[in-house]
């Protein structure tokens, strides 16, 4: 098993920065990869970012340029650096472990990022 802790959401002005943090715990040699879902109100979620085992990165077209995601090996920590943040950026962001050789997702518990005047 993974567990996995969120951190690092809230409300920012457009055209601000946030940093979200997801820390795993367990089985951390069970996880391939790392990364970050979002869902809107009414909307399906949808892949942000993610970095696998051996550092490639993925990024969705709509936060390219504008997002990043890293991680500390050291800490069991993936980050994901959001600049120049949109109104259409509002949604929880989940968090995700993949299983090693498998399909399966482990989730963080989301954290809400808001983008408002």
């Known amino acids: 098993q993974v567990q996995l802790v969120e951190s690092g959401g809230g409300l920012v002005q457009p055209g601000g920065s946030l940093r979200l943090s997801c820390t795993a715990s367990?089985?951390?040699?069970?996880?391939?990869?790392m990364g970050w879902y979002r869902q809107a109100p009414g909307k399906e979620r949808e892949l942000v970012a993610s970095?696998?085992?051996?550092?490639?990165?993925r990024y969705a077209d709509f936060v390219k340029g504008r997002f990043t995601i890293s991680r500390d090996n050291g800490k069991n920590t993936a980050y994901l650096q959001m600049n120049s943040l949109e109104p259409d950026d509002t949604a929880v962001y989940y968090c995700y472990a993949r299983g090693l050789g498998t399909s399966y997702l482990y989730w963080g518990q989301g954290t809400q990022v808001t983008v408002s005047l």
């Open positions: 970095m696998m085992r051996n550092g490639d990165t």
């Open positions: 367990g089985r951390i040699s069970h996880i391939s990869g």
